[in-house]
């Protein structure tokens, strides 16, 4: 191919180059139009605008509270709320929102995670602000995480869920073993799944390989709550019950697995216990409140009451235990609108709030006391809040500052130790070491 | 000898077909395991032993998408950005990797080294940079910032670069001394070459950003200004669990645009023959 | 002379005005969080708090946690994953990337060249070998696990090749980093193959009219033209496909699990990255071993491009 022309780089002003000025103009301009693209001011200077953000439970439970932020702002027309949604990586996105000085003014909150907030200084307390009457309203126990070094308040539970004990009642009745009552203990519930698997081929008990699962059985032996707020508190696994009640556990696991009566989800090929039971792949599972609504979605056949039924957590030499999760609703210490905040959160965790958002909609409990009557709750969760007090220990799933980290590291250890690669004392010996190397900076 | 040659081309046709069929299947294979799962129920999809047929044959998977009130928005949402990238990224990443490829510069090698080096950086840790500096661009939850961020996309522009050094240096050497500008070249050398090439761009970058997750997670905030995968995660995964045969569904459709792209762009690809001016 | 300069003035104008935005676009945001991460691995930082200057600290302890892996390696290595996770995974992801460059470079040459044939159909078979680029890697995952199962569809493909023996896949440490990688392959071979296509289209005639005449035959021709010629494509293939590999994270996320899957044969280095900055919170350790990272994916993409050349073609 020949070139198009002979003359090279002349007087005159060949067209490429202008093609090329007007590309360049192009781009300037696309650069104007975008920062002409920001979002314009909005508000008048007497609104006070908030932002919310939480993370996804689906377009419902979206659109019930975009239902309650109308509602508030009906009632408080100098405030706006701004909802924004984080699905993935919700702490993650909230610690760079920090980083980069824009965290949001009010945001979920995890039990898990709350003791590095408080520490760090990055929540508000405010228990100082909110009057005394609204915070008597939640139950105590689900405010301990909440709680920081210097006793102040700096989150109230939004909702909260407990763990008890399922079980089928199909395949209690196929192998002529009865329902658990008030009176089990751990040993019933051991024979009774041992029993379920030889009379039915499934095994009767499926149940995570994770610290916080296998709580309720340590606590209701008699080991002490667990706290691990220095590299010393590793001396917890050393405690005499705790060691007995671990050993025990871990050795029943690793002997019921090779047998077949108990198991961890994915030996059912199922991602967790909750799939496990609905596809009535075994018998009984200890797990939370999430899974009621899971097997309504889920396993719409599978009936609350006539198919399977929630029962007490068993009892222990020591007592009862279970464990509690809760989510609060944090609010930024940097926050220029705290009056509008501290509104915003006692509509939406009042009892209008929840009766909204957590009664109607089913997925946790509510964490108001007195709404545990309410007649729009689910009876499956009634049920749950009727048992509230028949525990002896409601242990908050919170272990102190490193519990979100400590938990996946426990869960690995467990989860080797349950399928027989380390015996139960090395899996002593590593859980200590955890502990350790995470407070070791 | 023609039977012998005719056996022999039979002989040939039936080897290739063998291959393309074997390596169709093995490439099809999880595809069509998804088709036939976005019409069961999750119990059965992960039913094991595995399933074959849906029993009972379910639309509900796909249903559910198009309850979801916002499922257009997220469409139009993602459509606008993988048309933009595309646009603008056709056009700056040849441009670009036409000046990395034939043009001199005093450093430029190097220049391009570094940019390739950018590639080469873990993803997690620039993360909380990257969401600092946007905020305080003030592009978060911006849609346009979205395209901004990803007009001139460094694989696309090595990819433009090494397609041109693979048509030859002598060809752009010819066209200089015959004098032409490098601007000219590039117009009426390069750019007819290009079209495979360029295909091959598109493509990529639309599926780049169609099927975005990582960007749109971070930089998006109002559920209006989601991006189909992020859309779809928001409303199928809670917390604890993932509901997912809407996902299956949801990720089937959202895949229908990047393969309707690709076969139009494919009959643009595939040229009969490319004119190269190559002297010997 | 005059003339010359002239040219390579307006060359080098040229140049700038055509290189202009994608080098500042990308050098700022790209730049600027990379230098800004690297400077970080000097500090110790969990975010909410101001950052603390801890100097060299982070890499004496990232060196001493290499040393205690391959003493774990050399002495316990079954519990090699629960004592010494970051060499875990460093070992896990450069095994993980000798297995899924090289295997899906090939492929991706050999499906382009196959579905470059000009017989009928070959259109349909350029379209079912990219489908697998165009899902994202989530629910590739998903569907995998199901055809992992050791009663799944790939034990079945494969038992009577192997008389009856029947891995599973993905919970058998031996066999979960194979696994992690035939679906890696089975993605990337697919994404690349469009790359090679692309290339052969701008291949010339006449010199496979030449090699024709000269008796060369298919298979020749494919090794000393075809091949020769797409180098700078191929150059391109490997390098996004190493710094791809090593920088894995959402198959084994997907796949694996955040611990890594059994015996820890799933754990990455990008997995460890995120452990370390988002649920230790010690983003300075984080960025330090990102350093590292990125020292070993430069290095070995500077060998690959000295070994390819890329460029000249004779």
């Known amino acids: 191919m020949t070139t198009k022309e002979g003359s090279a780089g002349g007087k005159r002003i060949s067209t490429p180059i202008i093609i090329a000025a007007l590309a360049v103009v192009a781009v300037v301009l696309l650069a104007v139009l975008f920062l002409a693209?920001?979002?314009?001011?909005?508000?008048?200077?007497?609104?006070?605008?908030?932002?919310?953000?939480?993370?996804?439970?689906?377009?419902?439970?979206?659109?019930?509270?975009?239902?309650?932020?109308?509602?508030?702002?009906?009632?408080?027309?100098?405030?706006?709320?701004?909802?924004?949604?984080?699905?993935?990586?919700?702490?993650?996105?909230?610690?760079?929102?920090?980083?980069?000085?824009?965290?949001?003014?009010?945001?979920?909150?995890?039990?898990?995670?709350?003791?590095?907030?408080?520490?760090k200084g990055a929540v508000y307390p405010v228990g100082d602000k909110l009057p005394r009457d609204f915070v008597d309203q939640f139950y105590p126990f689900l405010l301990e995480p909440f709680k920081g070094p210097d006793g102040k308040l700096y989150g109230l539970p939004k909702d909260w869920s407990v763990l008890s004990l399922f079980y089928n009642k199909k395949l209690f009745a196929q192998a002529g073993v009865p329902?658990?009552?008030?009176?089990?203990?751990?040993?019933?519930?051991?024979?009774?799944?041992?029993?379920?698997?030889?009379?039915?081929?499934?095994?009767?008990?499926?149940?995570?390989?994770?610290?916080n699962r296998w709580l309720p059985y340590l606590l209701s032996n008699g080991a002490p709550p667990p706290v691990f707020s220095s590299g010393a508190d590793a001396a917890y696994f050393d405690n005499a019950a705790v060691k007995s009640s671990l050993t025990r556990f871990i050795e029943l696991f690793q002997q019921g697995r090779k047998e077949g009566w108990i198991v961890i989800p994915a030996d059912?090929?199922?991602?967790?216990?909750?799939?496990?039971?609905?596809?009535?792949?075994?018998?009984?599972?200890?797990?939370?409140?999430?899974?009621?609504?899971?097997?309504?979605?889920?396993?719409?056949?599978?009936?609350?009451?006539?198919?399977?039924?929630?029962?007490?957590?068993?009892?222990?030499?020591?007592?009862?235990?279970?464990?509690?999760?809760?989510?609060?609703?944090?609010?930024?210490?940097?926050?220029?609108?705290?009056?509008?905040?501290?509104?915003?959160?006692?509509?939406?965790?009042?009892?209008?709030?929840?009766?909204?958002?957590?009664?109607?909609?089913?997925?946790?409990?509510?964490?108001?006391?007195?709404?545990?009557?309410?007649?729009?709750?689910?009876?499956?969760?009634?049920?749950?809040?009727?048992?509230?007090?028949?525990?002896?220990?409601?242990?908050?799933?919170?272990?102190?500052?490193?519990?979100?980290?400590?938990?996946?590291?426990?869960?690995?250890v467990l989860g080797a130790a349950v399928k027989g690669e380390i015996s139960a004392q090395e899996a002593l010996e590593l859980l200590k070491e955890k502990v350790a190397e995470s407070f070791k900076s | 000898m023609l039977l012998g040659e005719r056996g022999l081309r039979v002989a040939y046709l039936a080897a290739a077909y063998t291959l393309m069929v074997l390596l169709a299947l093995i490439y099809l294979m999880p595809f069509l395991r998804s088709i036939v799962a976005s019409f069961m129920t999750w119990a059965q999809a992960s039913a094991y032993p595995p399933e074959w047929w849906p029993n009972p044959f379910t639309l509900e998977n796909y249903m559910k998408l198009f309850r979801l009130s916002l499922f257009p928005r997220w469409i139009l949402n993602t459509a606008l950005v993988s048309g933009l990238v595309v646009a603008l990224n056709l056009v700056t990443c040849s441009m670009a990797g036409y000046a990395f490829a034939v043009l001199r510069f005093p450093g430029r090698d190097l220049l391009f080294s570094a940019l390739l080096t950018l590639l080469m950086v873990p993803p997690f840790v620039t993360i909380i940079p990257n969401f600092i500096l946007i905020t305080k661009l003030g592009l978060i939850d911006n849609l346009i910032g979205l395209v901004f961020l990803g007009s001139a996309s460094v694989s696309g522009?090595?990819?433009?670069?090494?397609?041109?050094?693979?048509?030859?240096?002598?060809?752009?050497?010819?066209?200089?001394?015959?004098?032409?500008?490098?601007?000219?070249?590039?117009?009426?050398?390069?750019?007819?070459?290009?079209?495979?090439?360029?295909?091959?761009?598109?493509?990529?970058?639309?599926?780049?950003?169609?099927?975005?997750?990582?960007?749109?997670?971070?930089?998006?905030?109002?559920?209006?200004?989601?991006?189909?995968?992020?859309?779809?995660?928001?409303?199928?995964s809670r917390s604890l669990w993932v509901e997912y045969t809407p996902i299956i569904a949801g990720s089937l459709v959202a895949s229908a645009p990047t393969i309707i792209v690709y076969v139009l762009l494919n009959k643009y690809m595939i040229r009969g023959t490319v004119v190269a001016a190559r002297k010997g | 002379m005059n003339f010359f300069e002239k040219s390579k003035r307006l060359e080098a104008l040229v140049f700038l005005l055509l290189t202009l935005y994608p080098l500042t676009l990308n050098f700022f945001f790209g730049y600027f969080s990379m230098l800004f991460a690297f400077a970080l691995s000097a500090f110790e930082w969990d975010i909410l708090t101001p950052m603390k200057f801890v100097g060299l600290k982070n890499y004496q302890e990232m060196l001493s946690e290499i040393v205690h892996g391959v003493e774990m390696l050399v002495s316990s290595p079954r519990m090699?994953?629960?004592?010494?996770?970051?060499?875990?995974?460093?070992?896990?992801?450069?095994?993980?990337?000798?297995?899924?460059?090289?295997?899906?470079?090939?492929?991706?040459?050999?499906?382009?060249?196959?579905?470059?044939?000009?017989?009928?159909?070959?259109?349909?078979?350029?379209?079912?070998?990219?489908?697998?680029?165009?899902?994202?890697?989530?629910?590739?995952?998903?569907?995998?696990?199901?055809?992992?199962?050791?009663?799944?569809?790939?034990?079945?493909?494969?038992?009577?090749?192997?008389?009856?023996?029947?891995?599973?896949?993905?919970?058998?440490?031996?066999?979960?980093?194979?696994?992690?990688?035939?679906?890696?392959?089975?993605?990337?071979?697919?994404?690349?193959?469009?790359?090679?296509?692309?290339?052969?289209?701008?291949?010339?005639?006449?010199?496979?009219?030449?090699?024709?005449?000269?008796?060369?035959?298919?298979?020749?021709?494919?090794?000393?033209?075809?091949?020769?010629?797409?180098?700078?494509?191929?150059?391109?293939?490997?390098?996004?496909?190493?710094?791809?590999?090593?920088?894995?994270?959402?198959?084994?996320?997907?796949?694996?699990?955040?611990?890594?899957?059994?015996?820890?044969?799933?754990?990455?280095?990008?997995?460890?990255?995120?452990?370390?900055?988002?649920?230790?919170?010690?983003?300075?350790?984080?960025?330090?071993?990102a350093v590292l990272l990125f020292a070993i994916i430069f290095t070995l993409n500077y060998y690959v491009q000295k070994k390819l050349a890329f460029g000249r073609v004779t």
């Open chain 1, 37 to 119: 693209q920001r979002p314009p001011t909005p508000t008048p200077p007497k609104v006070a605008v908030i932002r919310f953000a939480g993370w996804s439970a689906g377009e419902t439970e979206m659109k019930s509270y975009q239902k309650m932020i109308s509602l508030f702002q009906q009632q408080n027309p100098d405030i706006i709320v701004k909802y924004e949604v984080i699905t993935q990586m919700f702490s993650e996105n909230i610690l760079a929102s920090y980083a980069a000085g824009a965290a949001p003014d009010v945001f979920y909150l995890d039990s898990a995670w709350a003791p590095i907030f408080i520490e």
């Open chain 1, 179 to 211: 329902e658990p009552t008030e009176a089990w203990t751990w040993e019933d519930l051991f024979a009774a799944a041992r029993t379920i698997y030889q009379k039915t081929g499934k095994p009767g008990l499926v149940i995570h390989a994770e610290f």
């Open chain 1, 268 to 412: 059912v090929n199922t991602g967790w216990s909750g799939e496990a039971f609905g596809k009535q792949l075994a018998a009984m599972t200890i797990e939370g409140s999430w899974m009621i609504p899971y097997i309504v979605d889920q396993f719409p056949d599978f009936k609350y009451g006539s198919d399977w039924d929630l029962a007490l957590i068993p009892r222990g030499s020591a007592g009862r235990a279970t464990m509690a999760y809760t989510v609060a609703l944090g609010v930024n210490s940097k926050t220029e609108n705290l009056d509008a905040v501290l509104k915003f959160i006692m509509f939406i965790q009042g009892p209008e709030g929840q009766r909204e958002l957590v009664v109607r909609m089913g997925h946790t409990l509510p964490s108001i006391k007195t709404l545990a009557s309410d007649p729009e709750l689910w009876p499956s969760h009634a049920k749950e809040l009727g048992f509230v007090e028949k525990y002896d220990r409601v242990q908050v799933f919170f272990y102190g500052p490193k519990t979100g980290e400590l938990e996946g590291k426990f869960a690995q």
């Open chain 2, 157 to 236: 522009v090595y990819l433009m670069r090494q397609y041109y050094l693979s048509l030859g240096r002598e060809l752009f050497e010819a066209a200089r001394i015959d004098g032409a500008d490098p601007l000219r070249s590039y117009l009426y050398v390069a750019l007819p070459l290009s079209k495979p090439a360029l295909g091959a761009l598109a493509i990529y970058q639309f599926l780049g950003s169609w099927n975005a997750f990582l960007g749109p997670l971070v930089f998006l905030r109002s559920v209006e200004n989601f991006t189909l995968p992020v859309g779809l995660n928001f409303a199928f």
């Open chain 3, 80 to 289: 090699l994953h629960l004592r010494a996770p970051f060499f875990n995974g460093l070992k896990n992801i450069l095994l993980y990337t000798a297995m899924v460059v090289p295997t899906q470079t090939l492929l991706a040459l050999v499906l382009a060249a196959v579905a470059n044939q000009r017989v009928r159909g070959a259109h349909f078979f350029r379209v079912a070998y990219f489908l697998p680029a165009t899902t994202c890697p989530v629910i590739i995952s998903l569907i995998f696990i199901w055809l992992f199962m050791r009663d799944g569809f790939v034990n079945y493909l494969i038992s009577p090749l192997t008389g009856g023996f029947k891995p599973d896949w993905l919970r058998d440490p031996n066999f979960l980093l194979p696994a992690i990688a035939l679906v890696a392959i089975w993605g990337t071979s697919a994404h690349f193959f469009v790359t090679f296509l692309a290339g052969l289209q701008a291949l010339p005639r006449e010199v496979y009219e030449a090699a024709k005449i000269d008796g060369a035959g298919v298979l020749a021709r494919f090794i000393y033209i075809t091949i020769p010629l797409l180098k700078p494509l191929v150059t391109y293939v490997v390098v996004l496909g190493t710094i791809g590999a090593l920088q894995m994270f959402d198959l084994a996320w997907v796949m694996a699990g955040a611990g890594g899957g059994a015996g820890g044969a799933g754990y990455t280095v990008a997995l460890d990255i995120y452990n370390t900055a988002f649920v230790q919170l010690r983003y300075g350790y984080a960025a330090a071993k």
